[in-house]
């Protein structure tokens, strides 16, 4: 069905939570259910449900607590990117610095938030995901990975496979700039520098740019 002249359809996001404290969960519910462009697909207590409530429903998004019974947040994550690879999966955690933050970025998680953030963050985040693209506070993620990511040497063998061009995006992704904000600063249209970010994650085999960022840490290029 085509929307009437001078009205803009609007996509729906479907989303699924996971979280086993109970008014955390009911405050969460709230703020998604408020949104016309957000249907939750079903809530989770537990990592072993969230994974069978993925499979079931084929959310977009799926919100996902790190420390839960059963299975923890970390492996559930894994889980879904194996079964679900159209899932994308952001992780909510108490704790800033939480080690278990990096296991999920390294199990595929698209990003994180810790249960503080507001509801206008949480909302762009889910909006984040759903484009494509991966939930970055820069400056959390920086001391988030410098603590655990623990470097040895810098490896700048590890970009090898990437072009001349593709390095400058990369260089400029793992700070935790966005498309649009590497685009002017290499004076490129934005449509070319998320091709270039496509090739790279295709390129190092990461899954995105969250991983990205932690491989950036890992390989001292930051």
Same mark, same amino acid.
């Given at each position: 069905?085509?929307? !009437? $002249? ?9 989303? $699924? ?11 969460? @519910? ?12 079903? /809530? $989770?207590?537990?990592?072993? /449900? ?15 607590? =790190? ?5 923890? %947040?970390?492996?559930?994550? #894994? ?8 899932? #994308?999966?952001?992780? *909510? ?14 199990? %595929? ?5 810790? @249960? /503080? ?5 949480? +909302?762009?985040? =889910? ?10 506070? !820069? ?5 988030? +990975?410098?603590?655990?990511?623990? !470097? ?12 001349? #061009? ?6 400029? &992704? ?13 004076? *490129?249209?934005?449509?070319?520098? @998320?091709?270039?970010?496509?090739? =790279?994650? &295709?390129? +190092? @085999? ?7 960022? &932690?491989? $950036? ?6």
């Amino acid at each position: 069905m085509t929307a !009437p $002249a001078g009205i803009q359809s609007v996509s729906t996001i479907r989303v $699924a939570m996971a979280d086993d404290q109970p008014l955390f969960s009911a405050g969460l @519910k709230m703020i998604l259910r408020s949104q016309p462009d957000i249907e939750l697909t079903g /809530d $989770a207590v537990n990592g072993e /449900d969230a994974v069978r409530l993925a499979e079931e429903t084929s959310p977009d998004v799926m919100l996902m607590d =790190i420390r839960m019974p059963v299975l923890d %947040g970390c492996e559930a994550t #894994r889980r879904i990117g194996e079964s679900c690879p159209q899932t #994308r999966v952001i992780v *909510l955690t108490t704790i800033a610095h939480d080690q278990a933050v990096v296991r999920a970025i390294q199990c %595929g998680a698209a990003g994180f938030l810790t @249960k /503080d953030a507001t509801p206008e963050f949480l +909302l762009a985040a =889910i909006r984040t995901v759903h484009s494509g693209q991966s939930v970055i506070a !820069p400056a959390t993620t920086r001391e988030l +990975l410098r603590d655990y990511s623990m !470097p040895t040497r810098r490896n700048t063998q590890a970009l090898a496979p990437l072009s001349e #061009r593709e390095r400058e995006v990369f260089r400029l &992704a793992a700070t935790g700039l966005g498309n649009t904000e590497i685009a002017s600063t290499l004076v *490129l249209a934005e449509t070319t520098v @998320k091709s270039h970010v496509g090739a =790279i994650l &295709a390129k +190092l @085999k990461l899954r995105n740019r969250i991983q990205l960022v &932690a491989f $950036a840490y890992q390989n001292g290029l930051v």
